[in-house]
T-cell receptor
Framework: ETGVTQSPTHLIKTRGQQVTLRCSSQSGHNTVSWYQQALGQGPQFIFQYYREEENGRGNFPPRFSGLQFPNYSSELNVNALELDDSALYLC????????????FGPGTRLLVL | EDKVVQSPLSLVVHEGDTVTLNCSYEVTNFRSLLWYKQEKKAPTFLFMLTSSGIEKKSGRLSSILDKKELSSILNITATQTGDSAIYLCAVGGDNNAGNMLTFGGGTRLMVKP
């Protein structure tokens, strides 16, 4: 069984640029959630995708957007990057009927200069 | 707004000691409480507690949910250096944001040889 994978592992961007982060869900999982974890803090919920549609969203501005594909993989896009967007971005997947038990990938560490 | 608070913020113990980590929460229509261990990047799932499963145990780790006090504890007995990590508590509630988890800030545990 393959776990949750994310790419790239780390990334450096400058303010104003755009970034796309990718996530492949664990085998058999159809729900993907994205979280932002700033240094020294717990993860914060960005949004969740289920059946290729956004299924819930946290307190993040519209410049954070996402997609889910038919194979349940997902992308997180962030436009107009700001310095405060520097963080570890975590993707988590969960299985049908057990959506609250979320299994996390290794994350993408984004640094915005 | 859902809220999760963990204590202590950090803890240093010696191998063989027993530790108790605390988590308190305020959440709309509580559904579940989850504990994760985060060593480098990916939070690793430990336990999920619900109204129908308020006590879980796996090896040296155990956790109890107190729905009356809106809290949970994670106990680790006979600690080992490999237990050094950040322990995250997260709560799932019935809100408008899908199956989002609200995380606490974590407890950083260091186990010295």
């Amino acid at each position: 069984e393959t776990g949750v994978t994310q790419s790239p592992t780390h990334l450096i961007k400058t303010r104003g640029q755009q970034v796309t982060l990718r996530c492949s869900s664990q085998s058999g999982h159809n729900t993907v959630s994205w979280y932002q974890q700033a240094l020294g803090q717990g993860p914060q919920f960005i949004f969740q995708y289920y059946r290729e549609e956004e299924n819930g969203r946290g307190n993040f501005p519209p410049r954070f957007s996402g997609l889910q594909f038919p194979n349940y993989s997902s992308e997180l896009n962030v436009n107009a990057l700001e310095l405060d967007d520097s963080a570890l971005y975590l993707c988590a997947s969960s299985s049908p009927g057990h959506q609250e038990t979320q299994y996390f990938g290794p994350g993408t560490r984004l640094l915005v200069l | 707004e859902d809220k999760v608070v963990q204590s202590p913020l950090s803890l240093v113990v010696h191998e063989g000691d027993t530790v108790t980590l605390n988590c308190s929460y305020e959440v709309t229509n509580f559904r579940s409480l989850l504990w994760y261990k985060q060593e480098k990047k990916a939070p690793t799932f430990l336990f999920m507690l619900t109204s129908s499963g308020i006590e879980k145990k796996s090896g040296r780790l155990s956790s109890i949910l107190d729905k009356k006090e809106l809290s949970s504890i994670l106990n680790i007995t006979a600690t080992q250096t490999g237990d050094s990590a950040i322990y995250l508590c997260a709560v799932g509630g019935d809100n408008n944001a899908g199956n989002m988890l609200t995380f606490g800030g974590g407890t950083r545990l260091m186990v010295k040889p």
